[in-house]
């Protein structure tokens, strides 16, 4: 197959083929059964009358129907020329021209040839085979010209041959084979040397005998640009067999319409259904049958059945309903002269449109192909099942089935305006091209990058924790950025210890509230974790951060085990509220201690330092020994419980940040004197006394 042009398509598009029809004295003799056909009078009773037809008849009968299909379906774009082959003559019935690609035409010169007289002599094979190579040479060399006068040079000058003889060949498959392969060859020497005929690169030869036997098919293949196949029938199942062989060349299905209303005269007027199956092509169906379109068994005969989809009829609408359609393609009807197929064109000729719809699955109507004219051809047009492209679009956050998804839209905005490419002129020094070091700036960037917000906790935080993500992208890292880096972790760490509630983006609220605190700071810590594992292999510095966020899960998660400890030698409920504060307490210590520069063996060794000294478990420390979790002034009283002696000193701190009542700083005592500037007699009276 020639491919040497890429400015068009290729011409044709579909193989070219030549019918070449035997005339001999076997052509008229009796083929088939016959039928039976009434005479006389309408009403009168008379003998039906057995009606045979010749092997000429059912030839001429097989290769209309052959061509009829393909001028309905295909109208100037494939083209079929017939053939009649006797013993002294090729007789060409129409031209390639397009005018006389007609099936009237076809028929007119099929009356002027008329039938055989019995007295003709047999077919010499091989001579129609060379008329029809060299019919189909001029074909391919006119089309070579017009092909280069519009800009294509590429023609595919392969063909097909179908030949219809009521005489068996005596030789086998494979010596025919070997003769068209001569034939081919001789032809092709020829045609290099002529200036009105082009070389042909492979010949499809289909070879059709009439016989009585039973029907059989024999297929032989030489290299890749000659195929012979050799089919067997008798006269009543060479129409199907043509119809088969059509389908077969040209890729074509077909539908059956079933439940047609038709009103019979002979029933009172009373209304019938009919089916009707059509010829189409097969990509008419093939945005449908993945979706589970049934398909049935159809066929005008048993020996060659094909799959077809049914479709139910549907109430007609005007012309100005019509919907927008992905595809669309002429039909041809399987029996053309049935009266529910001269019915059913009729109607849509008229002007009316005729709606199908799909066996109904549920209780629902899916209209999913529609029966329309346009300019005398009946046309089948596929309505798409989802929404026209003609409509608005979805929105982006629409997901299947109209529900509506959480998508990262504005981060994926930002993600494509960090790696656009703009043109840039490649150096001869530079160490890598500008479009490598993108797709590596791409890489990092994806490495974690959930699609919906409810995938992760860590990028729904604020503006601080979204400066950390944007830095584990980067190729290098300065001192600068690992130090801010190692700040956000700490300030979690903080506000972990703190109990405080996670900082999300302003506006969105996308942290799920109904899981608890300790969980969310987990999915935290978890997620942070794997951006920052999956960066570290960047360079060194990113190695760093993750070892400072490794470092502070383990402070964490030490200060938890060390306090769970201590507070199971409380007993009860004192023991439990004092581990939460201990917990707490030392948490923010320790994140304190890392913002402020502290290392870790200083931690350690501040922790070990401010410890109480172990005792009994019934026992206080010593009220010399202060623990971590009290500040300077508190002691530690025996049964006084630690909320007791943390309420008193906060109560002593709130009443030195208030000027004292007047009397209580006068009267230092526990009594001070009432209205004692009252002197009544002149004299100095006794005060009353008032408990202070």
């Not at 200036?195 to 499809?204: C, F, N, R, V, Y």
Request: a neutral charge.
């Amino acid at each position: 197959m020639s491919s040497s042009s890429e400015k068009t398509d290729k011409l044709p598009t579909r193989l070219p083929t030549v019918i070449l029809i035997h005339r001999s004295k076997e052509s008229s003799s009796q083929c088939g059964k016959g039928f039976l056909l009434e005479t006389g009078k309408a009403g009168t009773s008379s003998t039906p009358a057995r009606i045979s037809k010749s092997a000429w008849t059912v030839s001429v009968e097989g290769a209309i129907e052959y061509t009829r299909v393909v001028y309905d379906l295909f109208p100037d774009r494939c083209k079929v020329q017939l053939m009649v082959q006797s013993a002294s003559e090729v007789r060409t019935l129409n031209s390639w021209a397009s005018e006389r690609q007609r099936l009237l035409v076809i028929l007119d010169e099929l009356g002027r040839v008329g039938a055989p007289n019995g007295s003709e002599q047999a077919c010499d094979f091989m001579s129609g085979i060379s008329g029809a190579l060299e019919s189909l040479g001029t074909l391919f060399h006119n089309l070579s010209a017009d092909g280069s006068n519009s800009g294509c040079t590429a023609v595919d000058t392969r063909a097909r041959i179908i030949v219809l003889s009521p005489t068996p060949r005596s030789d086998s498959l494979s010596a025919l084979a070997r003769s068209i392969s001569q034939a081919l060859r001789a032809y092709n020497q020829q045609a290099q040397q002529s200036t009105d005929k082009s070389p042909l690169q492979g010949i499809d030869l289909e070879v059709v005998h009439l016989t009585e036997g039973t029907a059989q098919v024999e297929k032989a293949k030489l290299a890749s640009h000659i195929a012979v196949s050799v089919h067997s029938c008798y006269g009543q199942r060479l129409i199907p067999l043509m119809s088969s062989l059509c389908r077969e060349h040209y890729n074509m299905a077909s539908t059956i319409i079933t439940g047609i209303p038709m009103k019979e005269e002979q029933q009172g007027g009373a209304s019938c259904n009919y089916d009707v199956e059509l010829f189409h092509e097969a990509d008419i169906h093939k945005d449908l049958l993945p979706l589970g379109l049934p398909t049935t068994s159809a066929g005008q005969d048993s020996d060659h059945p094909h799959s077809s989809v049914t479709l139910r009829w549907s109430n007609p609408r005007s012309v100005l309903n019509v919907q927008f359609c992905s595809h669309a393609c002429r039909v041809s009807p399987v029996e053309v002269n049935s009266r529910p197929s001269i019915c059913l064109f009729q109607f849509v000729l008229g002007g009316r449109s005729v709606m199908l719809e799909q066996p109904k699955k549920t209780n629902f109507k899916h209209v999913s192909h529609i029966l329309f004219n346009h300019g005398g051809s009946v046309f089948l047009h596929c309505l798409p099942n989802g929404k026209s492209f003609l409509e608005d679009p979805p929105s982006i956050s629409e997901g299947l089935g109209g529900r509506v998804t959480d998508y990262r839209i504005p981060e994926f905005g930002i993600l494509m305006k960090s790696n656009l490419l703009v043109p840039f002129e490649a150096s001869s020094g530079e160490e890598m091209l500008p479009i490598d070091r993108a797709v590596q700036q791409l890489e990092r960037s994806t490495r974690v990058w959930p699609l919906v917000y409810g995938d992760a906790v860590l990028f729904n935080m604020s503006e601080d924790v979204q400066n950390l993500l944007t830095l584990l992208t980067y190729e290098r890292l300065s001192d600068e950025h690992l130090q801010e880096c190692q700040h956000v972790i700490y300030q979690l760490q903080a506000m972990e210890g703190k109990n405080q509630q996670l900082p999300s983006l302003s506006g969105t609220a996308r942290i799920r509230t109904g899981s608890k605190r300790e969980e969310q700071y987990k999915q935290l810590w978890s997620e942070l974790e794997e951006v920052a594992v999956a960066a570290s292999s960047t360079s060194p510095r990113h190695q760093e951060v993750l070892d400072s966020l490794r470092q502070c899960r383990s402070v964490a998660t030490r200060s938890s085990v060390h306090t769970e400890s201590r507070s199971s030698s409380r007993d009860g409920a004192t023991g439990s509220a004092r581990g939460s504060i201990w917990r707490e307490y030392e948490m923010q210590r320790e994140a304190e201690a890392l913002l402020t520069g502290d290392s870790t063996s200083t931690l350690r060794q501040k922790d070990v330092e401010s410890a109480p000294v172990k005792a009994k478990a019934t026992q206080f420390a010593p009220a010399h020994s202060t623990p971590v979790g009290l500040e300077k002034g508190m002691k530690i009283r025996p049964g006084v419980s630690l909320k007791t002696l943390w309420m008193e000193h906060h109560r002593e701190i709130c009443s030195s940040r208030h000027e004292e009542f007047a009397g209580r700083r006068l009267y230092p005592g526990a009594r001070a004197p009432l209205y004692a500037h009252l002197d009544l007699d002149g004299r100095k009276q006794a005060s009353t006394m008032m408990d202070m």
